[in-house]
């Protein structure tokens, strides 16, 4: 699950997730993704995505926040083409 962060609310959305048992919640804050992963206790705050190892969330961070979603999807997947 990947959910845009525009305004903090008052709806707990990590329990929502867990209820739907969702094994990682990523959220896009301004520059940066927040990633939990689900475990037996709730949802752990981790660096990377334990589903998507070897994605480059710094990177993506960079593309995520473009004015035009298509071109910045299409210099993503050639910059990590490119790596």
Known sequence: MIEVVV????????????????????????????????????YEQIERSEILSDLDLDLLAQYAVADDPLDAALAFRQKIQSV
């Open 7 to 42: 305004t903090s609310g008052s709806v707990d959305k990590l329990e929502v997730y867990r209820r739907l048992q969702v094994q990682e919640v990523w959220f896009v804050k301004t520059d940066y993704f927040e990633v939990h992963h689900l475990r037996e206790t709730g």
